[in-house]
Each structure stands twice: as structure tokens, then as C-alpha cells.
């Protein structure tokens, strides 16, 4: 099967997607097939513009496209802050112009976020395998000190040549391992919340997103090195996890899961490295997907049939319970009434925890062959971490083991999504798992 026509006929905003090497004169064919007789305005950072944003606006020019200066964003720490979208804003404002964007996240969001303002669609030309975001709706950007994803349609088409993306730093490059393999993670919680009726399985996005995965994270020294074939796949790989976001418009859920929700907590933490920056989106994904699998292993090891669901049900907090010691838990942060919220949004009654826990327990052994298939484990995944350059400790992005423990407890308060935080939580198991982690001999023992 083709997934990414598949993707493409399914998608609802992005209408083309070139990928492989050396396709970048190819844009402007693109551009014109997209946009006929639209003026084009490249959109880029000093960076993205050395490495190919000169280039795509010599090859539309050259080949009949009405090419207007570009925008250059001069800052060399450039980040997705709003202070960027209110300059392109004004820019775009003064122009008829479809902007073509050149870089990879920040660029991206910025250049979505401004062109969705003006009503117009815009495209991209990718530099770096950094993040899933590329083809997906909304932009996450820094607004009044909170990271807020903000609603805006995804990319007309897309433009990715292997070659340019393989000249990106492998930093880079394993970010976006770290992001396409929470994927991983992501759709076991999924799978969890498919049993107990929470969030059915979506078939055509869950093919989109899980279909190749296995095949896109298997060469992760292939994809660090910029190897041709391993960084395609992974690059692929990446793009399906945003046109499943479009496929599936209700939520996030076919790409987002606990690990993404201990990646927002520190971003609202405003967490950031000794060198003043905070460590990228896919860095903090993959610490949260390691936290994840951990917790499953966990989950997989547990014997359901000794399970005393009477003695949960019974320490299972009321409603008003559980808002309070959320608003208590981030008191001062000025996220109290919204997790609060996010909490009362998942509340199960003692009744309806009762059935969620009784139809895990007799769905147990087919729910635990589906999950063994889906997931792989905590040691292999360190190991493909390692080998491609993303964290594996915490102390790799210079946080904490104590302040990251904290971050996982107050993670399961921010998003009303069922995930293996709301499943520890529920079997009154949460400590205990946290303990098999951070306790002696855990994968990120305190001392």
C-alpha cells in the first residue's frame, strides 16, 4: 500500500507532497501546479535561507513565477514566539504574495500561523527531519510565556529533498526519531482507550501513523549518518504523522500521548537548559517516551486476575476530590482553573471505573498480545536513542530526576486524553510505577 497517497487523498488541507533526492528544482512546478499565477514570497531564517532559500527563489524566478523579496528572519536563536507572527503578519499583510516557506518547525509555524491570517494557503520546503509538524493543522507558538498550539490549516504542498535535509545537524535529525517514535507509545494508549470505550481506533488514520512505522525507525544510525534510504523513511515517516492529524481533525490522538503530555508540562514549566534554551520538542518526547514504555512494561507484568477493583473503586476520589487537589498542585501557576477543568473533563464515576477496569481485566490476554505488538522495549528503545543521538537520561537535557518525576505526576492534570497515566492512576498503581522507574535499579534511579 502507498501510504502517503493514501495520506494525500485522505488529507484534507495539503493537496501535494514532493519527497526525495534531489527534487528541490522541482518546486516551482509545484508552486505553478498549486498556486497558477500567484505571486510567490520566500519566507525563511538567515540559516534555512543559505541552504536553500536562495535557491528556491532563483528556481522560481527562473522558471516565470512573479518572486518578491524575501523575508528574511535575521535573529540567529530565532523561536516560534508571537512577536514573529505579529512581524509576518504585517509583512504578508502588504502583499497578495503565497508565501513559501523554507526551514523546518519554527518556520513553519510562523509562516502557517501568518498566512492563515491573510486567508491564504502557503507551502513548505523542508530543511531538516526535525518534527512531525510539517503537514499538520495548527502551529505550536509561544504567546504570553505559555506554549499554545493555535488552530490554522496545514500546508497547500510540501517540498522535501533528501539531500538539503541531510546537510540539517543530527541533533536535528534525532529530535524527530525522538517525535516519530512516540508514536510508538502514543498508540498503545490509544489501543487502551479503544477497549474501554473512551476514543474509538480510527482505521484510516491509525494505518496512516502506524502502517510504516516500523520500517521508518529502523535504521537509526542510517538516519543520524544522513544515509539516503534511512532518512526518507524517517522523513516519510514524519509526514504521516501529520496527515493522519488531518485525517482524524477531532483530536491529536493518532501522534499524541502521555509522552507529549510530559513534554507540554515543561514547556508550561518554562523549562529550560543551562545554556538558557529549552531543549527541542522531540528531545523532550523522547524522555517522555521512554516514561511511557516503562510504565507499560509495568502495566504488562501486572496480574489482572489479582487485581482488587472493589479496593480501587473504594480509594477512587470524588469529582470535587480531585478538581481540588488539582487547582492545589499548580496554585500560583495560573493553570489552576484550565487543569482543573482538563480534570473534570476525564472524570469517571466509581461505576464507570469499576467497567473500565472489569473490561480490562477480562479483555486481558488479547489486550496484552495487541499491546506486546505494538510496542517495543524500554532497553531496545535506549538502545535506538543512543544510536541516533537522542536523550535517554535526563540529565542529557539537563533536567532534574527529581524535578522530572514531579513533571509526570502533575503531567496526568493538563489533558483530559486517556493514556497510561490515567490507567496507573485508576489501578491505584501510579507511585508504585513511578517507583519502578526512579526507585533501585529503575532505568533513572535517585540516588
Not at 535575521?74 to 499583510?93: C, F, G, Q, T
Not at 516500523?214 to 526518507?232: Q, V
Not at 543512543?386 to 489533558?415: F, K, S, W, Y
Request: aromatic share 8%; net charge negative.
Amino acid at each position: 500500500m502507498d501510504r502517503v497517497k493514501v495520506a494525500l487523498d485522505n488529507a484534507t488541507q495539503t493537496k501535494a507532497l514532493l519527497l526525495g533526492q534531489g527534487i528541490l528544482p522541482q518546486v516551482a512546478d509545484v508552486f505553478k501546479e498549486q498556486f497558477p499565477g500567484k505571486r510567490a514570497i520566500v519566507v525563511a531564517d538567515m540559516t534555512t535561507f543559505k541552504v536553500a532559500g536562495s535557491d528556491v527563489q532563483n528556481i522560481l524566478r527562473n522558471a516565470g513565477v512573479n518572486v518578491e523579496e524575501p523575508y528574511i528572519f535575521n535573529e540567529p536563536d530565532m523561536h516560534a514566539e508571537w512577536k514573529y507572527i505579529e512581524r509576518l503578519d504585517e509583512v504578508l499583510s502588504k502583499t497578495d504574495a503565497i508565501a513559501v516557506a523554507v526551514g523546518s518547525g519554527t518556520i513553519n509555524d510562523t509562516t502557517k500561523l501568518s498566512s492563515f491570517h491573510q486567508g491564504r494557503p502557503y507551502m513548505i520546503v523542508g530543511t531538516a527531519a526535525s518534527m512531525d509538524g510539517y503537514v499538520a493543522f495548527g502551529a505550536s507558538i509561544t504567546r504570553d510565556g505559555a506554549k499554545q498550539t493555535f488552530g490554522c490549516a496545514a500546508p497547500r504542498a510540501v517540498v522535501a529533498d533528501v539531500n538539503v535535509i541531510a546537510t540539517a545537524p543530527s541533533a536535528m535529525t534525532a529530535s524527530g526519531y525522538g517525535d516519530l517514535y512516540a508514536k510508538v507509545a502514543c498508540g498503545a494508549d490509544w489501543i487502551v482507550a479503544d477497549l474501554i470505550g473512551n476514543e474509538p481506533i480510527d482505521p484510516l488514520s491509525w494505518g496512516i501513523v502506524q502502517g510504516g512505522l516500523r520500517e521508518a525507525l529502523a535504521d537509526p544510525a542510517g538516519a543520524k549518518a544522513g544515509e539516503p534510504d534511512a532518512l526518507k523513511r524517517l522523513i516519510e515517516g514524519l509526514f504521516l504523522g501529520g496527515f493522519a492529524l488531518q485525517a482524524y481533525p477531532k483530536t491529536s490522538r493518532p501522534a499524541s500521548g502521555a509522552e507529549h503530555q510530559i513534554s507540554h508540562m515543561l514547556n508550561m514549566d518554562h523549562f529550560v537548559m543551562k545554556n538558557g534554551m529549552a531543549p527541542s520538542h522531540g528531545f523532550q518526547v523522547s524522555i517522555g517516551t521512554l516514561l511511557s514504555l516503562s510504565f507499560y512494561e509495568q502495566f504488562l507484568k501486572t496480574d489482572m486476575q489479582r487485581l482488587d477493583i472493589d479496593a480501587c473503586v473504594a480509594l477512587w476520589p470524588s469529582l470535587e476530590e480531585q478538581t481540588a487537589f488539582s487547582k492545589k498542585l499548580f496554585s500560583g501557576t495560573g493553570f489552576e482553573d484550565f487543569c482543573a477543568g482538563e480534570i473534570a473533563a476525564k472524570y469517571v464515576t466509581p461505576e464507570q471505573l469499576r467497567r473500565e477496569l472489569t473490561l480490562i481485566r477480562d479483555n486481558w490476554i488479547a489486550l496484552k498480545a495487541k499491546l506486546e505488538k505494538q510496542l517495543i522495549s524500554v532497553e531496545e528503545t535506549i538502545r535506538r536513542f543512543r544510536a541516533v543521538g537522542a536523550p535517554t537520561m535526563p540529565e542529557d537535557i539537563d533536567l532534574d530526576r527529581l524535578q522530572l518525576r514531579n513533571t509526570i505526576c502533575r503531567a496526568q492534570h493538563i489533558r483530559r486524553r486517556y493514556t497510561i497515566l490515567d490507567i496507573a492512576l485508576r489501578m491505584g498503581k501510579f507511585e508504585e510505577w513511578l517507583d519502578g522507574v526512579f526507585g533501585r535499579n529503575g532505568i533513572w534511579e535517585i540516588k
